[in-house]
């Protein structure tokens, strides 16, 4: 049996391939290659443009795959959502499409938007968008570089953005958010009510989301002397109460706990100064609940 999955091929592979490492696979390619090599015999994996995934799920060319679910949207594919992934090529926050347009243009709203021309790479659900609104205006594909063509060549557009920092360089302003997205592992529906094939996206689901769990954490242990066990334990903001062990020396513990990283650097020294040594810091690859 093999599970046939799509990957990501461009801004977001990168990304994909490291949290698939983390999370126990390990793929590789070359520049020009789409089909990758992966240590995993159950899997069958393919590199397609992230925008491509979805169509090719719903149809079940491919069993499952992983893109943003702005393109799940776009396209209106039917598929079987399996899990969120909270992770992008630059952050962790949500991708945006937002209506956006010069900071000197009088357009406020949707509203504002009757009869004029509007650049995007997600057509149908700028048509959607509009039709909500009852507006009429022409939408145009836009095949990269959107915010160049305003206000030259269209009035406004709808871009996809995780800061807004390159629209706000650009001398643009959002007006309104049109979708958030995130990166989806999704599954073709015969596929999913597929046993092994379930099985095997779900324990691939689990482990990916381990992965991201485990970003921003980092295991700490350390040893403690029983006197100071109080104190030591009422300065950890633990993810679960801390693991306790005895030592060979009945006066002392072993602890261990897992923390955010971004704390550590403030909790070692109080840790050090109530009593806490040989304190060790170690990453982590999964966290698993």
């Not at 347009?101 to 009757?114: A, F, N, W």
Request: a negative charge; hydrophobic letters at 40%.
């Amino acid at each position: 049996m093999k599970l046939r999955i799509g990957l990501p091929k461009g801004s977001l592979q990168e990304a994909t391939f490291n949290l698939f490492k983390r999370a126990g696979w390990n793929f590789r390619t070359s520049a020009r290659s789409y089909q990758p090599i992966v240590d995993d015999p159950e899997l069958d994996p393919v590199l397609l443009r992230a925008q491509e995934i979805p169509r090719y799920v719903h149809t079940g060319v491919l069993d499952a795959g992983i893109t943003g679910y702005d393109n799940v949207v776009e396209c209106e594919a039917d598929v079987h959502e399996v899990a969120e992934l909270m992770y992008s090529k630059a952050t962790s926050r949500p991708y945006r499409w937002v209506l956006a347009v010069p900071h000197e243009s009088p357009i406020k709203g949707p509203k504002d938007l009757e009869g004029l021309r509007i650049a995007t790479e997600l057509v149908g659900l700028t048509k959607r968008y509009l039709a909500k609104h009852g507006v009429k205006a022409t939408v145009e594909y836009s095949f990269g570089a959107t915010e160049v063509k305003v206000p030259d060549l269209v009035d406004a557009i709808v871009e996809g953005t995780e800061t807004g920092s390159t629209l706000a360089a650009h001398g643009l302003r959002i007006v309104d958010t049109l979708l958030e997205s995130t990166t989806r592992l999704i599954a073709h529906k015969p596929s999913w009510n597929d046993d092994w094939k379930r099985r095997k996206l779900e324990n691939i689901a689990m482990l990916l989301q381990g992965a991201l769990e485990a970003e921003a954490l980092v295991g700490l242990k350390m040893n403690v002397p029983r006197a100071d066990l109080a104190n030591v334990i009422a300065i950890l903001p633990a993810l679960r109460n801390p693991t306790i062990s005895p030592l060979a020396d009945e006066n002392w513990v072993a602890m261990e706990t897992i923390i955010l990283e971004k704390t550590v650097r403030d909790i070692i020294p109080e840790l050090k100064r109530a009593g806490a040594q040989g304190l060790v810091e170690y990453p982590l690859n999964k966290v698993i609940y």
